[in-house]
């Protein structure tokens, strides 16, 4: 799960970044739980990230939808988006109950 938002501009681009959907699965890339961190300094947005898979074919767009959302927040001219293997995602863990129901999966 993403580590909660610190700062009032860190709350606007996680609302903003909430959302992008993965266009193969059609729910919030935060609900999946594959943004791990936001971060705000300044005028720059860094956000940590993963992908369903490491072949992901929608990674690209998820990547460049995040660029893109965060940067229609208000203050916000740089956005750096790190894609990270460490921690795998693992929606059992990391999504939301709401996610994880939408998924079928029933633990």
Request: proline share 6%; glycine share 6%.
């Amino acid at each position: 799960m993403i580590r909660d938002p610190e700062t009032e501009k860190e709350w606007e681009v996680y609302h903003s970044v909430r959302m992008v959907e993965d266009p193969e699965i059609g729910i919030s890339l935060i609900e999946l739980g594959l943004i791990y961190d936001i971060k705000v300094e300044g005028e720059k947005a860094d956000i940590t990230m993963t992908y369903t898979s490491l072949a992901c074919p929608a990674g690209p767009q998820m990547k460049q939808d995040i660029e893109n959302h965060s940067l229609r927040v208000d203050g916000i001219s740089e956005v750096v988006v790190n894609v990270v293997w460490n921690p795998k995602w693992d929606p059992r863990m990391m999504a939301s109950e709401e996610a994880k129901m939408q998924m079928g999966i029933f633990d």
